[in-house]
């Protein structure tokens, strides 16, 4: 893991739970896209430990209600910096 990996995993945990479950949305939405990308080119989609980024976000929110899924932002990858950083949401 590089430094500045580190640096922000340990920025996220100050972050509300709310925080960073939009965060965790945002980053599974990315990394399902460039599953996509990279299933086109034949390469693996799988992490160190075997699980793909879905299972890993499954097994993170396997715990969460319906209700708090529910609140989970459909438009994380568009809305990216209002979700990150609170700045007003943007129209497409």
């Known amino acids: 893991m590089t430094k500045q990996l580190s640096e922000l995993i340990q920025a996220a945990e100050q972050l509300t739970p709310e925080e960073q479950l939009r965060l965790i949305a945002h980053l599974a939405e990315s990394m399902s896209t460039r599953s996509s990308s990279s299933q086109e080119h034949n390469q693996p989609t799988t992490t160190k430990t075997g699980k793909s980024i879905w299972q890993i976000a ?18 994380g990858a568009e809305q990216h910096d209002h979700y990150i950083y609170g700045t007003p949401k943007t129209t497409p």
């Open 58 to 75: 499954e097994d993170f929110t396997k715990d969460l209600s319906s209700e708090e899924l529910s609140k989970l932002p459909t438009d």
